[in-house]
């Protein structure tokens, strides 16, 4: 019997796997330069909490969850997203208590069920910043340049930053009236998921992406339209403080993002470099959503960058960040029984400081040794035989050029400094 990884769940191997590790590293700098400190979530939670922050009618909490019983007899989802994890950490160590700024970051793997593709795992992995307890525009619009200065300064491929507002419990029930008496206009028109959600949640309407919709959905009266005042001077402050720093943006009318908890401001980067899942990373304002989940009237914005689509974006411009090469400076060859405790004071002495080294223990014929130290990418192999134990030394060669010289094992850092420096490139 023959084992395969589940559909929409990826290995990562190296090199890859040390690139997404030093991309994952760069997003924390990110964060942790804007003042946010990090959050270790758990990986599932009370399938309820999910239903009720993202929304019962959307893609996410309809059909993309992972929900299970336990044996004690609780309904647990695996996580989708990060936010709504957060924040009710967030309540529960009171740390969105009113009148307090908190600035969160969190990272890890998420899931959904949706049909693989490029792009779309059952497994991906997020970053997220959440900003808990201001309702500043200047908020908004340092989040947002912060990364869409961060995707330009690593030349991420025609990255592009939508904005819309979600208005807020004032305004969007005017809107949504209106857009519900649109829809219903042209009903039979309309996908059956799209006749659904003009009951249940008509804003997840614009968000369809089936072609019959799409005539229909292009036309719709814009959420802007509607603001109320508070709302529109919040949206406003935010497009004008974008232009200021310079950060280029298009209004996106339809832009509504696949979770319901969102209110004013909502965002999106996007890039044709990725084929249909063209979203890299995506967030907006939620300030309802700590009273939602039983917390008092807290405000918060937040972002999350998918992984996968930044690390495709990334290699694309070249600018995927790499791990020094070669990872193993030497490869120790005893070449006999004798050898092998002396080549373990080596290597531990030379780890300690800072050289990363091998032993090639399994590779007892010469030949073989070589070949296993050329996989590896080491750049020396050291040589131990009677002479070497003897006399403290060890004959080092250097695989590319040939070269080979015997040096004294002790003290370690003069071995060390040999191998960084004589042969190095
Ligand atoms: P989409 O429209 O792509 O389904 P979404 O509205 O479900 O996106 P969010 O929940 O806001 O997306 O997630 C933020 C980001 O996480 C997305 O923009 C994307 O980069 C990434 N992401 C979401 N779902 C997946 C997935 N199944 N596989 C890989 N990345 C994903
Ligand atoms: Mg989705």
């Not at 070497?388 to 030394?393: K, P």
Request: neutral net charge.
């Amino acid at each position: 019997m023959k084992f395969q990884a589940p559909r929409g769940v990826k290995d990562l191997l190296p090199p890859a796997s040390e690139s997404f590790r030093r991309l994952e590293d760069e997003i924390r700098a990110l964060f942790v330069l804007a003042g946010f400190r990090e959050i270790r979530l758990p990986i599932f939670e009370s399938a309820e909490l999910f239903a009720r922050s993202i929304g019962e009618s959307t893609d996410i909490v309809e059909k993309e969850m992972y929900v299970f019983s336990t044996k004690g007899g609780e309904t647990l989802a695996l996580r989708p997203e990060g936010t709504a994890s957060l924040i009710r950490a967030a309540l529960e160590h009171r740390l969105a208590d009113p009148g307090r700024i908190e600035r969160l970051y969190y990272q890890g793997p998420m899931f959904r069920h949706e049909r693989p593709q490029a792009g779309r795992l059952r497994q991906f992995h997020q970053a997220g910043a959440e900003l808990i307890g201001s309702s500043d525009p200047d908020d908004d619009v340092d989040l947002i340049a912060t990364v869409s200065r961060h995707a330009q300064a690593t030349s991420i491929p025609s990255s592009r930053l939508l904005i819309n507002s979600m208005g807020c419990a004032e305004c969007r029930p005017a809107y949504r009236e209106v857009l519900v008496r649109y829809l219903e206009k042209y009903r039979a028109d309309l996908c059956e998921t799209c006749r659904k959600r003009t009951e249940t949640n008509p804003l997840r309407v614009l968000d369809c992406k089936i072609p019959q919709c799409q005539p229909i959905l292009e036309s719709a009266p814009h959420i802007t339209d509607f603001l109320c005042p508070d709302s529109r001077n919040h949206f406003d402050h935010v497009s004008r403080g974008l232009e200021g720093e310079g950060i280029p943006f298009t209004l996106t009318h339809r832009l509504v993002r696949g979770l319901d908890y969102y209110t004013e401001t909502a965002f999106e980067w996007v890039s044709d470099a990725l084929g249909a899942q063209s979203t890299w990373a995506a967030g907006g304002r939620y300030n309802g959503l700590v009273r939602q989940l039983g917390g008092g009237d807290v405000p918060g914005v937040g972002l999350a960058i998918g992984f996968e689509r930044l690390f495709l974006l990334r290699e694309l411009a070249g600018t995927l960040p790499h791990f020094p090469d070669p990872a193993v400076l030497l490869a120790i060859h005893p070449l006999e029984e004798a050898a092998r405790p002396y080549a373990h004071r080596i290597m531990a002495s030379l780890r300690e400081h800072g050289i990363p080294v091998v032993g090639l223990f399994g590779k007892t014929r010469m030949k073989k040794a070589f070949v296993q130290a050329e996989r590896e990418g080491v750049r020396f192999i050291g040589l131990l035989g009677g002479d070497e134990l003897s006399g403290g030394t060890i004959t080092i060669k250097h695989l590319q050029s040939g070269i080979q010289k015997t040096v004294s094992a002790f003290p370690p850092e003069d071995l060390a400094k040999t191998l960084r420096e004589t042969w190095s490139p």
